[in-house]
T-cell receptor, first 115, second 116 residues
Framework: AQSVAQPEDQVNVAEGNPLTVKCTYS??????LFWYVQYPNRGLQFLLK??????LVKGSYGFEAEFNKSQTSFHLKKPSALVSDSALYFC?????????????FGAGTRLAVHP | GAVVSQHPSRVICKSGTSVKIECRSL??????MFWYRQFPKQSLMLMAT?????????EQGVEKDKFLINHASLTLSTLTVTSAHPEDSSFYIC????????????FGPGTRLTVL
């Protein structure tokens, strides 16, 4: 079965410092991986995805993620964090079952960026 | 970009009543929509996959008679929580698959349901 793990409940980082939000996955076959961000009482916003090609994927708001097949990881990164980046981040993997493509979400990681 | 709306954004109802939540894709047609439930400080749990013109596919453990889903058009799916109870209080989020296939799903802003 496809699954995603986000080992950190919360990540704290100072504004201007680089940030990393971790994600590991377990899939059969080639993974389709995604990162979404959720602000309070809002739906999810798409940040980026990896389907194939370059292992370093660039997305919205200056975020990027590195696909590492040997470590089965897809960590989200940003070179310089902003206070406005504080939100809940979800890693997801596409799963095909019951005739449909579905997204399986990790538990989420709360990012807190301090001034 | 593609926009998905939900209505209402918040609803408070009495126990035993039914509540309908609408999910609309505003600028694209979506043959497939998804309904999720999110508990506080937890991840999204997929409840069901809604397909236009056919019956919804429910995930294991989700009561189809309690959570009625109707996908009557290519831009509208509705979730009706029937005979709501306090344990149904949650944040319900819908998403829609864009036909261009570039982005996996576009998400609505969510509906906060509180059952008294």
């Amino acid at each position: 079965a496809q699954s995603v793990a986000q080992p950190e409940d919360q990540v704290n980082v100072a504004e201007g410092n680089p940030l990393t939000v971790k994600c590991t996955y377990s899939v059969s076959g080639n993974p389709y991986l995604f990162w979404y961000v959720q602000y309070p009482n809002r739906g999810l916003q798409f940040l980026l995805k990896y389907i194939t090609g370059d292992n370093l994927v660039k997305g919205s708001y200056g975020f990027e993620a590195e696909f590492n097949k040997s470590q089965t990881s897809f960590h989200l990164k940003k070179p310089s964090a902003l206070v406005s980046d504080s939100a809940l981040y979800f890693c997801a993997v596409r799963s095909f079952s019951g005739g449909y493509n579905k997204l399986i979400f990790g538990a989420g990681t709360r990012l807190a960026v301090h001034p | 970009g593609a926009v998905v709306s939900q209505h209402p954004s918040r609803v408070i109802c009495k126990s035993g009543t039914s509540v309908k939540i609408e999910c609309r894709s505003l600028d694209f047609q979506a043959t497939t929509m998804f309904w999720y439930r999110q508990f506080p400080k937890q991840s999204l749990m997929l409840m069901a996959t809604s397909n236009e013109g056919s019956k919804a596919t429910y995930e294991q453990g989700v009561e189809k008679d309690k959570f009625l889903i109707n996908h009557a058009s290519l831009t509208l799916s509705t979730l009706t929580v029937t005979s709501a109870h306090p344990e149904d209080s949650s944040f319900y989020i819908c998403s829609a698959r864009h036909p261009d296939g570039v982005n996996e799903q576009f998400f609505g802003p969510g509906t906060r349901l509180t059952v008294l």
